[in-house]
């Protein structure tokens, strides 16, 4: 069963085009990466699924609701970690996590009960008195995608979670990440290769707005005919326009 | 809880737990009640000046103290603007409406603790310096001045909308100069006249001030306290009506 759909999605910010007739389907508990250069579109495109931008053209779905007509549906089965982490610095770890639950109009026993669990799962327990203004960068992001899941929605969008991050943080996230495969949809944008080889079962090359090739890795490796994501993206994108000054948005 | 709640709680817990908060809305106008108090001991009687007399101080600084609270709600407001906090917000089933009154309702909380707190500090001096407020008049004053604590936290919560980090703030330190010297903080403008006066009363500040301090004295005369109260619940509402509108009609831009 497909989770998202875009049909000839398309953004435009005047005469710039940030994403070009974008046509996908990611199928339910996939983890699917969008994999570019900074400007490729990433990020424009994950605005457009999870309602915070509103399409030039085109059409998006998520579990089947419209992403413009039907937002309200679309945001009750989204989860989002933005770029930047966005949590709220004066609060706990653990009252940002009660925060985002009752916001989603869970009943102070489910609060608790919620981030009880995602505490446990995110071994967040040592920072849980911590405030998030305190926490290093790593600590902040595994916060940011807790919170994101508080809801346990049905799709999971992460732009771009491990950005900045140092090797070793960078890999705890990706193990925090692996563990969510197969529970549910995820959509993660990276410019990292090996993030994208890592963790996803399906990959997008992002060029200029436009989704260049999309497959398994494999499939992408054939196509960039490299042994290796890296030359296969720089062959790819190469093929496809991109001169390396960040795509055209 | 429901969302608006959630997001009240969350704000209150963001100002209360800012360590300048308690500097400026609380440490600074208790220093300038006790400042203003002192330079009322160095006034002639003579003067016939009383707008630092205790009485009168309390109420100006407590419409003073709620200035800052204004200040708090913009840079509140500009700074979730500012960075991703919103955006992730955007992306829940929170309204506009939640956003607003989340901001709106646990500020009110805090300017009337603020007042509470002003106005004990007031009794006190009042007792040692005499003339001794009455209890009663500061308690009607308390719930007087709601309604000016609206007001300056939707200019608060209307210049965090519209402007930067580092213009709304600019943009409250206007209204707190212009708010203390035209609503006749530091001066009586009853007793200035002329161009000032008519100025004093074209800006809701000036009724704020006026409204309270009737309401010490438990003077509720219609032109001392009927209609300056009647006319800050106006302008009140209309800013509440305006800032809601205005950040409504962003957060619909934001997400076009």
Known sequence: MSMIETKDLTRRYGEKTAVDRLSLTVEEGELFALLGVNGAGKTTTIRML???????????????????????????????????TAVADHLTVRENLEFMAAVYGYTKDEVKQKTDRIMEEFHLGEVENQRAQTLSGGWKRKLSIAMALISEPKVLFLDEPTLGLDVLARRELWREIEKLKGKMTIVLTTHYMEEAEHLSDRIAIMVSGRIVAAGTLQEILAKGSADNLEDAFVAIAETNGDDGTGGNV | MNRMTAFADRNRKEILRDPLSYIFCLAFPLAMLLVMTLVNTSIPKESGMTVFRIDNLAVGIAVFGQTFVMLFTGLTVSKDRSGSFLVRMYATPMESADFTMGYLLPMLAIAFAQNVLIYLASLVISLITGPVINPLGLLVSLVTLIPSAVMFICIGLLFGTLFSEKAAPGLCSIIISLSSFLGGVWFDADHTGGVMLTICRILPFYYCTRAGRSAVRLDFETDTFMIPLLIVVLCAAALAVVASLVFRSKMKADLS
């Open chain 1, 50 to 84: 999870s309602c915070l931008s509103k399409p030039s053209s085109g059409e998006a779905f998520v579990d089947g609701y419209s992403c413009t007509a039907e937002s309200k549906a679309v945001k009750q089965v989204i989860g989002l970690s933005p770029q930047d």
